[in-house]
Structures are given as structure tokens and as C-alpha cells.
């Protein structure tokens, strides 16, 4: 089992620096926003890439559910880095938390009824865990208050909080 990294301790190594991340969600939640300075990674790693000197590699994904991250960290233990750290709880963990991304995340708004979806509350009722993003909600989500669709809100203002 790959050595495990709390958001915590991850956000204090990222301060001090000498920390690379790896994100291995899917390319287009990477985009809509991800933990300030990772690199996004697919299959594999580019083949010229190595980790600057001294730097622990840190993996995450979407959360504890999604194996990939794991399958990731063994993958790059068994290549030859040492080093190698999981953030198990993953993304999902650290929007919740309400640490910096990059870019921000957004909150939106229901134009019809002014709802408010916060990624960091999520909305547990509809079993959408704390963490995602409105970008990740599916495409036939609706409003919980007043039934409009997702293409019905506006995004808010990005809090920027500052990491380093
Ligand atoms: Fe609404």
C-alpha cells in the first residue's frame, strides 16, 4: 500500500515547496480547476519528466472511491521513484476544505430562484458529495429549489484564497 498524505500535511509541504503534484481526474475537471501547481497526468508519465530534486510526489483523484490514484502511486513506485505519497481523500476532500485552486473554484447561483450551489457544501440531500464542482454535477441536474436547469445558473464570483 502506497505511503498516505492528509490534506494538512500536504498544504504545509506545499508552502514550504518541494512538492510535485500529480492529478490523474480526467482531463476536463483538471481544467475547470485543480490543487495550485499539479500536473495534470493521464497515461503515464511524459517520458522526458522527472521530479526536481528532493521533491516528494504527491498523487490524488477525485476522491477515496476512485482507485486510480492508487493504481498511480504503485505504478510509479514500481517505475523507481521513491518518495511517492497518495492523497487518498483527493480533490473532492480539499475543495470541501476550502483550500486554494487554481483557477478558483466557483460557486453559482439559480438565476429563476437564486439558489446558491457551493462546490465545498455540495448537496448531500441529492447525494452530491461535499467537494464537487457544478461543472462535475450531470448535464440533467436541476435546480433543488425551483426545478430550472443546470444551463439556469450563473457563476459567482471566485474566492481567491492564496496557498504560497
Ligand atoms: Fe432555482
Known amino acids: 500500500m502506497p505511503e498516505r498524505i492528509g490534506r494538512d500535511r500536504l498544504a504545509e509541504a506545499i508552502r514550504r515547496g ?4 500529480l492529478d490523474v481526474r480526467h482531463r476536463v475537471a483538471y481544467e475547470v480547476s ?3 501547481g499539479a500536473m495534470h497526468v493521464s497515461n503515464g508519465l511524459p517520458a522526458d519528466w522527472a521530479p526536481p530534486q528532493n ?6 483523484s477525485y476522491g477515496p472511491e476512485d482507485d486510480r ?3 498511480a502511486t ?7 521513484f521513491d518518495r511517492v505519497f497518495l492523497y487518498a481523500e483527493g480533490f473532492r476532500d480539499w475543495v470541501a ?11 453559482y447561483a439559480c ?5 446558491g ?22 448535464e440533467n441536474w436541476r435546480c433543488p429549489w425551483c426545478g430550472a436547469p443546470k444551463s439556469k445558473f450563473a457563476a459567482q464570483q471566485a474566492e481567491s484564497n492564496r496557498l504560497r
Do not use: D, N, W
Not at 521533491?55 to 490524488?60: D, E, G, P
Open 55 to 60: 521533491a516528494i510526489l504527491v498523487v490524488y
Open 97 to 107: 476544505s476550502r483550500m486554494p485552486c487554481e483557477p478558483p473554484v466557483k460557486s
Open 74 to 80: 504503485t505504478r510509479l513506485e514500481a517505475t523507481g
Open 18 to 21: 518541494g512538492v510535485e503534484l
Open 34 to 36: 485543480h490543487i495550485p
Open 69 to 71: 490514484a492508487t493504481k
Open 117 to 138: 450551489y457551493y462546490p465545498h457544501m455540495g448537496f448531500p440531500k441529492m447525494q452530491i458529495p461535499p467537494g464537487t464542482l457544478f461543472e462535475e454535477l450531470p
Open 111 to 115: 438565476t429563476v430562484c437564486s439558489f
